[in-house]
C-alpha cells in the first residue's frame, strides 16, 4: 500500500518555489493498477518519481507498506529502489549493453545474487516477455516494443512489489501500445504486483487501471475506479480527456443535438446489461420513439459498457426513464 | 632514381630520423598514457560536480574548472618555458624526451578532461536516472552505466588528445625536448635543410593519420547506437 499524506514538491528556480505538487493525499492499494493521467506539465511525472524519491518532496510524508521512506538514509533508499521497478518512455535501456545484460544490470548492482542466479532469472525474465531470441542483441537493434519489453523484464529482475510506468506507451504505435498494456495486466495478475501507471492517454486507463487520479497544474482533481470516472467525468479536466479518447468533438456534438427533437437521455449500461436489448421494449411499454444519436460498446479493463445518446418524441416519458433504472441504465438528461 | 633521391635528400640521415620517430613516439605515448590517467578522473570529477548533475558541488567545480581553464589558455609554448622549474624538479632535466613530458602532460590532460566531461554530458539523463531507480549507488553510475555509455565518446577524445600531443611534443623540440620536432628546428629551420624538414613533416602527417585512423576505427567497434 502507498500512502500520500500530505505530500508536496516544490522546485528552487532562481530562488523562488515553483510548486509542482500541491499538497496531496492519496492511498494506491497493494495489487491494483494505478493510472495517473494528466496533461504535460500536471505535476504527474513529479508524482511518480516521488514514490522512489528520484524527487525528494518538500513536505508531507510517503508511506509504503507502513513505512515512512522519507525518513530513509542513504543506504535505505538504496535497499528499498530495488522493491520498485521502473519504466520509461524512451526506454532509458544502456545502448553499451545487450539485452541480457541490460536485464542483468540490476541484479548486479545489488550485489547479492550469483553469477548463476543473474543467468537463470535473465533467461526466465527473457522467456516472461517473449524475447528468449534476442538476448545476445543491443538495444539499437530492436524495435519500440521490443525495446519496452526490455524495459519491463530489466524493472522485474529484483523481484519488486511496485513497478512505476512513465509514459511507458507514449512512444509506441497504437498495436505495440496494445500488447504491452496486456503485458502489463499480466504480469500484474499473475505476480500481484501494485503498477502505478502515468499517461496523457485516457484509453490506456481504460485497459488496464482499477483506480485513476486526473491531475491538472499539480493537483488531483478527481480520482475512483476507472469505471466512475470514465463513464460520469466531473471535473471540466476530466472530461476533456474522455470526450479526447472518444474522439468527441464536443462542438460537432452540440450542433447534432440541437437539431434533434423531443427530450435528450444519455443511457450508459454497465457489465452484463450492455448486452440486454432493452431499447425495443422500453419503447413498446412507454409508446416512446426513439432515434439513437451516438452510441458506442467498450471495455473498462475486463468489464464491458455501453453510451447511448438517444432523442425520445412522444409516449410515457416517465415509463421509460422507470424502466431504464430498473434495468439498471445509468440515465443523464441532457435537455 | 637512387641518385636522384641521393641529390635530394642530400642532408638526410635515416637513422637520425629514426631515433627521432621513436623519441616523437615515446613522448607522445607516454604524454598520453598521463593525460588519460589524470585527464579521465578529472573530467569524471568536472561532470559530477557540474550543475544539477549527481554530485552537485558549485565551489570545487568552480575551483577544478577554474585551473583546466588556466592550463588550457596558456599558449603550450609558453607552458613548456613556464614549466621548466617545476619539470626540473620532477624529472631532473628539462631537456630531452622525458624533459619534454610534464609539460605535455600539463597541456594534454586539462585539454582531455574538458572532452571527457562534453562526452559525459551527453549520455541521455534519463540512463542516469533509470540506474539510480534501480538503487546504485554514485560510483556504480559511474562505472555501470556513464563510462561504458560514454566510452565511444572518451576514445574519439584519445585520438584528438594523442593528435594535439603529437603537435605539442614537435614544438618542445623549441626548448630542447627531442624527436621530430628537435630535427625540424635544429636541421630544417636553423640550418635551412629543406629537405629534413620535409621528411619531418610528411612523418608527422603520416603519424596523425594513422592516430586517426586507428582511433576512428575503435570507437566505431564500440558505438552500439
Known amino acids: 500500500m502507498i500512502v500520500f499524506d500530505q505530500v508536496k514538491k516544490s522546485y528552487q528556480v532562481g530562488?523562488?518555489?515553483?510548486?509542482?505538487?500541491?499538497?496531496?493525499?492519496?492511498t494506491?492499494?497493494?495489487?491494483?493498477?494505478?493510472?495517473?493521467?494528466?496533461?504535460?506539465?500536471?505535476?504527474k511525472s513529479t508524482l511518480v518519481r516521488l514514490i522512489n524519491l528520484l524527487e525528494p518532496p518538500t513536505g508531507g510524508r510517503i508511506l509504503i507498506d507502513d513505512e515512512n521512506i522519507t525518513g530513509y538514509n542513504a543506504s535505505e533508499l538504496r535497499a528499498f529502489r530495488r522493491k520498485v521497478g521502473m519504466i520509461f518512455q524512451h526506454f532509458n535501456l544502456l545502448s553499451s549493453k545487450t539485452v541480457a545484460d541490460n536485464?542483468?544490470?540490476?541484479?548486479?548492482?545489488?550485489?547479492?545474487?550469483?553469477?548463476?542466479?543473474?543467468?537463470?532469472?535473465?533467461?526466465?525474465?527473457?522467456?516472461?516477455?517473449?524475447?528468449?531470441?534476442?538476448?545476445n542483441k543491443y538495444p539499437?537493434?530492436?524495435?519500440?516494443?521490443?525495446?519496452?519489453?526490455?524495459?519491463?523484464?530489466?524493472?522485474?529482475?529484483?523481484?519488486?512489489?511496485?513497478?512505476?510506468?512513465?509514459?511507458?506507451?507514449?512512444?509506441?504505435?497504437?498495436?505495440?501500445?496494445?500488447?504491452?498494456?496486456?503485458?502489463?495486466?499480466?504480469?500484474?495478475?499473475?505476480?500481484?504486483?501494485?503498477?502505478?501507471?502515468?499517461?496523457?492517454?485516457?484509453?490506456?486507463?481504460?485497459?488496464?487501471?482499477?483506480r485513476v487520479a486526473v491531475m491538472d497544474a499539480g493537483e488531483v482533481v478527481e480520482m475512483g475506479a476507472v469505471s466512475d470516472v470514465f463513464l460520469h467525468p466531473k471535473h471540466p479536466t476530466t472530461r476533456d480527456f474522455v470526450f479526447e479518447s472518444e474522439s468527441i468533438d464536443r462542438e460537432e456534438m452540440q450542433r447534432d443535438?440541437?437539431?434533434?427533437?423531443?427530450?435528450?437521455?444519455?443511457?450508459?449500461?454497465?457489465?452484463?446489461?450492455?448486452?440486454?436489448?432493452?431499447?425495443?421494449?422500453?419503447?413498446?411499454?412507454?409508446?416512446?420513439?426513439?432515434?439513437?444519436?451516438?452510441?458506442?460498446?467498450?471495455?473498462?479493463?475486463?468489464?464491458?459498457?455501453?453510451?447511448?445518446?438517444?432523442?425520445?418524441?412522444?409516449?410515457?416519458?416517465d415509463i421509460a426513464m422507470n424502466a431504464f433504472e430498473a434495468a439498471d441504465v445509468h440515465v443523464e438528461v441532457l435537455r | 632514381?637512387?641518385?636522384?633521391?641521393?641529390?635530394?635528400?642530400?642532408?638526410?640521415?635515416?637513422?637520425?630520423?629514426?631515433?627521432?620517430?621513436?623519441?616523437?613516439?615515446?613522448?607522445?605515448?607516454?604524454?598520453?598514457?598521463?593525460?588519460?590517467?589524470?585527464?579521465?578522473?578529472?573530467?569524471?570529477?568536472?561532470?559530477?560536480?557540474?550543475?544539477?548533475?549527481?554530485?552537485?558541488?558549485?565551489?570545487?567545480?568552480?575551483?577544478?574548472?577554474?585551473?583546466?581553464?588556466?592550463?588550457?589558455?596558456?599558449?603550450?609554448?609558453?607552458?613548456?618555458?613556464?614549466?621548466?622549474?617545476?619539470?626540473?624538479?620532477?624529472?631532473?632535466?628539462?631537456?630531452?624526451?622525458?624533459?619534454?613530458?610534464?609539460?605535455?602532460?600539463?597541456?594534454?590532460?586539462?585539454?582531455?578532461?574538458?572532452?571527457?566531461?562534453?562526452?559525459l554530458r551527453e549520455v541521455d539523463r534519463g540512463i542516469i536516472e533509470a540506474t539510480q531507480a534501480m538503487g546504485a549507488t554514485?560510483?556504480?553510475?559511474?562505472?555501470g552505466a556513464l563510462l561504458p555509455e560514454a566510452l565511444p565518446g572518451i576514445i574519439a577524445?584519445?585520438?584528438?588528445?594523442?593528435?594535439?600531443?603529437?603537435?605539442y611534443a614537435a614544438m618542445s623540440g623549441v626548448v630542447g625536448g627531442g624527436g621530430l620536432g628537435d630535427l625540424a628546428i635544429r636541421f630544417g629551420y636553423q640550418r635551412f635543410q629543406t629537405d629534413v624538414m620535409v621528411i619531418t613533416v610528411a612523418l608527422l602527417v603520416i603519424f596523425v593519420q594513422l592516430l586517426q585512423m586507428a582511433g576512428d576505427r575503435l570507437v566505431l567497434y564500440f558505438s552500439r547506437k
Request: aromatic share 6%; net charge neutral; glycine share 10%.
Open chain 1, 28 to 43: 494506491i492499494e497493494t495489487g491494483e493498477v494505478f493510472g495517473i493521467v494528466g496533461h504535460s506539465g500536471a505535476g
Open chain 1, 103 to 135: 536485464i542483468a544490470f540490476p541484479m548486479k548492482l545489488a550485489g547479492i545474487y550469483s553469477r548463476a542466479e543473474i543467468r537463470e532469472r535473465v533467461d526466465e525474465l527473457l522467456k516472461r516477455v517473449s524475447l528468449a531470441d534476442q538476448a
Open chain 1, 15 to 26: 530562488g523562488r518555489a515553483i510548486p509542482a505538487l500541491h499538497s496531496t493525499s492519496m
Open chain 2, 138 to 143: 554514485v560510483k556504480q553510475v559511474v562505472f
Open chain 1, 140 to 210: 539499437s537493434q530492436l524495435s519500440g516494443g521490443q525495446k519496452q519489453r526490455v524495459g519491463i523484464a530489466r524493472a522485474l529482475a529484483c523481484r519488486p512489489t511496485i513497478l512505476l510506468c512513465d509514459e511507458a506507451t507514449s512512444a509506441l504505435d497504437p498495436q505495440t501500445t496494445q500488447s504491452v498494456l496486456k503485458l502489463l495486466a499480466d504480469i500484474n495478475r499473475e505476480l500481484g504486483l501494485t503498477i502505478v501507471l502515468i499517461t496523457h492517454e485516457m484509453d490506456v486507463v481504460r485497459r488496464v487501471c482499477d
Open chain 1, 257 to 317: 443535438l440541437a437539431q434533434a427533437p423531443g427530450r435528450i437521455l444519455r443511457l450508459t449500461f454497465r457489465g452484463q446489461s450492455t448486452y440486454t436489448p432493452l431499447l425495443g421494449s422500453v419503447a413498446r411499454e412507454s409508446g416512446v420513439d426513439f432515434s439513437i444519436l451516438s452510441g458506442r460498446i467498450d471495455h473498462i479493463k475486463d468489464t464491458p459498457y455501453g453510451q447511448l445518446t438517444l432523442s425520445l418524441v412522444g409516449g410515457d416519458l
Open chain 2, 157 to 167: 577524445g584519445i585520438t584528438v588528445t594523442a593528435i594535439t600531443l603529437v603537435s
Open chain 2, 1 to 119: 632514381m637512387e641518385a636522384l633521391m641521393e641529390n635530394l635528400l642530400t642532408n638526410v640521415d635515416w637513422t637520425e630520423i629514426g631515433w627521432a620517430s621513436w623519441d616523437t613516439l615515446v613522448m607522445v605515448g607516454m604524454s598520453l598514457l598521463f593525460s588519460v590517467l589524470i585527464g579521465l578522473p578529472l573530467g569524471v570529477m568536472l561532470f559530477l560536480f557540474g550543475k544539477r548533475q549527481l554530485l552537485e558541488q558549485p565551489v570545487a567545480y568552480a575551483v577544478l574548472s577554474f585551473v583546466v581553464n588556466i592550463l588550457r589558455s596558456v599558449p603550450f609554448i609558453i607552458l613548456l618555458i613556464v614549466m621548466i622549474p617545476f619539470t626540473v624538479m620532477l624529472i631532473g632535466t628539462s631537456l630531452g624526451v622525458a624533459g619534454a613530458i610534464p609539460p605535455l602532460v600539463a597541456g594534454g590532460a586539462p585539454f582531455f578532461a574538458r572532452l571527457v566531461e562534453t562526452s
